[in-house]
């Protein structure tokens, strides 16, 4: 069973930056694709980033395009979230995930998933 465990949360006034990190429990951190999904009260969950095995292929949706940026270090097993020139809409519980698929998209291709952190962005 893999484990991920988000860190880097809080508060930040618009305009300013957090980066997120999720630490993976896996010697074989390498096999699977990222992903960031986040959650706003009363709203579904959603695809915010994702990366490939290999850190080469990346996905963004058109709401943080240009703002935030993924990456992924495999000898820490460790997959980041920086984000930049942040918005009150941003604010959510961010989550971490991990799919054995190469293009992973839908909620149901991810296997694995962190408990959350709260990211709140003041206006």
């Known amino acids: 069973q893999v484990q991920l465990v988000e860190s880097g949360g809080g508060l930040v006034q618009a305009g300013g930056s957090l980066r997120l990190s999720c630490a993976a429990s896996t010697r074989t951190f390498g096999i699977y694709s990222m992903g960031w999904f986040r959650q706003a009260p009363g709203k579904e969950r959603e695809l915010v980033t994702t990366i490939s095995r290999l850190g080469v292929s990346t996905y963004y949706s058109d709401s943080v395009k240009g703002r935030f940026t993924i990456s992924r270090d495999s000898a820490k097993n460790t997959v980041y979230l920086q984000m930049n020139n942040l918005k009150p809409e941003d604010t959510a519980v961010y989550y971490c995930?991990?799919?054995?698929?190469?293009?992973?998209?839908?909620?149901?291709?991810?296997?694995?998933w962190g408990q959350g952190i709260q990211v709140t962005v003041s206006s």
């Open positions: 995930a991990g799919s054995p698929s190469m293009n992973p998209r839908a909620t149901s291709a991810f296997n694995f």
